[in-house]
Structure formats: C-alpha cells, structure tokens
C-alpha cells in the first residue's frame, strides 16, 4: 500500500520560512517524479515544484526565487524549502509522486500553511 505523509506546515509570518517534507511508503521513489501542488480557499490546485528522476526542477512563476523542490530517494521523501513568505502563499500543500509510464499517480493528505501579514 502507497502512503505519502507530509510534514512542516504551519503559521509564518511573511517574510518567514518553513520546510515541506513529504515522505513516501510503498513505492521505489527513485522511479517516480515528486511534485508539490497547493490549493487556496476557493480556487484550484495549482502546480508550485516539481521534480524529475533526473533532478530537473520546474517551478511556478510565483514561487521562482523563493521557493527550492529537493529528493532524497535513499530516504523516499521530497522537500519543499519556502523562503521570503507571502500572505498569499497560504494554502493547503500537497505533495505527489507520479509515474507516468505506468499511470501511477499518488496524493499526499495535504498540510496547512498559513502566512500572516
């Protein structure tokens, strides 16, 4: 059974930092792309990080600069670094491995990141 448990969410001020950690079980994590992804009250999951087996990151224009996805396969867990924090950073972060050759797709619960202003 895949399980993906995220961590390191919480209350900031803007301008503060906080580090993601989503931790995977069940999979070989080095076969998959891990992404991070929030969603705002009232809008839709959006795309914040991503990265592939071969350590190629991709980031929302939003977040560049301030944001850094990392992997660590020997530990199956991804990393989301979030610096410089905005009040509109706030949201519910999820995080998610993917393999797409198989169609695997994989939610994490989600954790709540409040920045206050």
């Known amino acids: 059974q895949v399980q993906l448990v995220e961590s390191g969410g919480g209350l900031v001020q803007a301008g503060g930092s906080l580090r993601l950690s989503c931790v995977a079980s069940?999979?070989?994590?080095?076969?998959?792309?891990m992404g991070w992804f929030r969603q705002a009250p009232g809008k839709g999951r959006e795309l914040v990080a991503s990265?592939?087996?071969?350590?190629?990151?991709n980031y929302a224009d939003s977040v560049k600069g301030r944001f850094t996805i990392s992997r660590d396969d020997a530990k199956d867990t991804v990393y989301l670094q979030m610096n410089s924090l905005k009040p509109e950073d706030t949201a519910v972060y999820y995080c998610?491995?993917?393999?797409?050759?198989?169609?695997?797709?994989?939610w994490g619960q989600g954790t709540q990141v409040t920045v206050s202003s």
């Open positions: 990265i592939t087996t071969g350590f190629s990151t």
């Open positions: 069940g999979v070989n994590s080095a076969q998959y792309v």
């Open positions: 998610k491995f993917s393999r797409p050759s198989m169609g695997y797709v994989y």
